[in-house]
């Protein structure tokens, strides 16, 4: 899987269920709940897997740490579930990202609000719920020692973690692709992004990260754009795609065309936007107008890909090579004749635009 972080942490949801954890909600570590990893392996039959790895939870819910424990002290409690949700690996974080695909944000509440949907992936797999040939199992008659000692101090109004002794906490240094990740996140330019490593190396933050580094960020990238003729533009499509690690298919990208009283732009949008949106194409130079359009899709290679492309009124006009600015006819769709002024208020259907004919019905130039 890609080295970019998950859309939610891992450590959000419940190890044992999968269900999102509220932030004001308590959470139990597994490392340090002996009990109820041990009635987890009592009511399961397998023990608590994956602890060491980043893409699994390492927390319970209150909820499951309830009812395990309690069915663990002979309770009449039980799980919904015979079967636990179980975690694996996930390839991507696209179609094979638990924490990626559930979104705990459109949770709404009251009676009728819609729960959040859990899916059923290859690397995180749905519980099981009870049957007739996946009963309730029976829990243990005799406890372990550790679990008596740690009974006997149990409280029942009270659902915090009893610990002997307190966890020092884990000092933890930023390699280079989370400092990476950190400088893309905030948007920092080179020389803030060069200030705050300087800053985190001094705080000893920092593993093995090369500050400079920043200086040269963009080499990796630069090789793929030309600037010509005041117009900076991508020169190898195929090969930024392959760099940036995404599938370069037309047919599952639009292209967007617009400009500014700065610049104009060309930009490439993902029809899903599962993919961030890529500008190939950049000029403070030119114009919105049909000579420049037309120079830049010359350059990017329109024809080889032939994306759809999407714009303004203003730049579906030049792309039909209509005349600019308050004219006859201004539609390119059908004949509506902005000067009749006494028809506007009368007349509902115009002849439709049968023919784009240079000269004829303000078309100034071929259609691109």
Same mark, same amino acid.
Request: with cysteine; hydrophobic share 30%.
């Given at each position: 899987?890609?080295?970019?972080?998950?859309?939610?942490?891992?450590?959000?949801?419940?190890?044992?269920?999968?269900?999102?954890?509220?932030?004001?909600?308590?959470?139990?570590?597994?490392?340090?709940?002996?009990?109820?990893?041990?009635?987890?392996?009592?009511?399961?039959?397998?023990?608590?897997?994956?602890?060491?790895?980043?893409?699994?939870?390492?927390?319970?819910?209150?909820?499951?740490?309830?009812?395990?424990?309690?069915?663990?002290?002979?309770?009449?409690?039980?799980?919904?579930?015979?079967? $636990?949700?179980?975690?694996?690996?996930?390839?991507?974080?696209?179609?094979?990202?638990?924490?990626?695909?559930?979104?705990?944000?459109?949770?709404?509440?009251?009676?009728?609000?819609?729960?959040?949907?859990?899916?059923?992936?290859?690397?995180?797999?749905?519980? /099981?719920?009870?049957?007739?040939?996946?009963?309730?199992?029976?829990?243990?008659?005799?406890?372990?020692?550790?679990?008596?000692?740690?009974?006997?101090?149990?409280?029942?109004?009270?659902?915090?973690?009893?610990?002997?002794?307190?966890?020092? $906490?884990?000092?933890?240094? /930023?390699?280079?692709?989370?400092?990476?990740?950190?400088?893309?996140?905030?948007?920092? $330019?080179?020389?803030?992004?060069?200030?705050?490593?300087?800053?985190?190396?001094?705080?000893?933050?920092?593993?093995?990260?090369?500050?400079?580094?920043?200086?040269?960020?963009?080499?990796?990238?630069?090789?793929?754009?030309?600037?010509?003729?005041?117009?900076?533009?991508?020169?190898?499509?195929?090969?930024?795609?392959?760099?940036?690690?995404?599938?370069?298919?037309?047919?599952?990208?639009?292209?967007?065309?617009?400009?500014?009283?700065?610049?104009?732009?060309?930009?490439?949008?993902?029809?899903?936007?599962?993919?961030?949106?890529?500008?190939?194409?950049?000029?403070?130079?030119?114009?919105?107008?049909?000579?420049?359009?037309?120079?830049?899709?010359?350059?990017?290679?329109?024809?080889?890909?032939?994306?759809?492309?999407?714009?303004?009124?203003?730049?579906?006009?030049?792309?039909?090579?209509?005349?600019?600015?308050?004219?006859?006819?201004?539609?390119?769709?059908?004949?509506?004749?902005?000067?009749?002024?006494?028809?506007?208020?009368?007349?509902?259907?115009?002849?439709?635009?049968?023919?784009?004919?240079?000269?004829?019905?303000?078309?100034?130039?071929? $259609?691109?």
């Amino acid at each position: 899987m890609s080295s970019r972080k998950c859309k939610y942490d891992a450590d959000a949801f419940c190890f044992i269920c999968g269900q999102f954890i509220k932030v004001r909600d308590v959470k139990y570590e597994l490392k340090t709940s002996h009990v109820l990893c041990e009635a987890y392996e009592a009511y399961f039959d397998c023990p608590v897997r994956n602890q060491d790895k980043p893409w699994a939870p390492h927390v319970a819910c209150s909820y499951c740490k309830r009812c395990l424990e309690g069915w663990y002290r002979g309770e009449k409690r039980s799980m919904k579930f015979a079967i $636990p949700r179980i975690w694996r690996e996930p390839k991507d974080h696209i179609t094979d990202c638990y924490f990626c695909m559930v979104n705990p944000s459109k949770r709404r509440r009251g009676k009728n609000a819609k729960s959040i949907e859990y899916p059923d992936l290859e690397s995180s797999s749905a519980p /099981i719920a009870h049957d007739l040939t996946r009963p309730v199992p029976e829990p243990p008659k005799k406890l372990s020692q550790k679990s008596s000692s740690s009974f006997s101090s149990y409280k029942s109004n009270s659902d915090k973690e009893f610990l002997t002794t307190p966890e020092q $906490p884990k000092h933890y240094l /930023i390699t280079s692709e989370d400092f990476n990740d950190l400088i893309r996140d905030l948007n920092l $330019p080179k020389n803030k992004a060069e200030l705050l490593g300087s800053r985190l190396k001094q705080w000893n933050l920092l593993d093995d990260v090369k500050i400079t580094d920043q200086r040269t960020r963009h080499e990796m990238f630069a090789t793929f754009f030309t600037k010509e003729d005041g117009l900076c533009f991508c020169n190898d499509i195929k090969g930024m795609f392959e760099a940036i690690g995404i599938p370069c298919v037309p047919s599952e990208w639009r292209l967007f065309i617009d400009s500014s009283t700065k610049s104009l732009k060309a930009v490439l949008l993902h029809n899903r936007n599962k993919f961030p949106s890529l500008p190939i194409a950049h000029s403070v130079h030119l114009k919105e107008n049909y000579e420049s359009v037309k120079i830049l899709l010359e350059c990017v290679k329109y024809r080889e890909y032939n994306w759809e492309l999407i714009g303004d009124f203003k730049m579906v006009g030049f792309l039909m090579g209509l005349q600019g600015g308050y004219t006859k006819y201004p539609c390119y769709l059908c004949l509506w004749d902005s000067r009749a002024d006494s028809k506007h208020y009368i007349q509902r259907s115009w002849p439709v635009r049968t023919e784009l004919c240079v000269g004829k019905q303000n078309v100034k130039f071929e $259609p691109i």
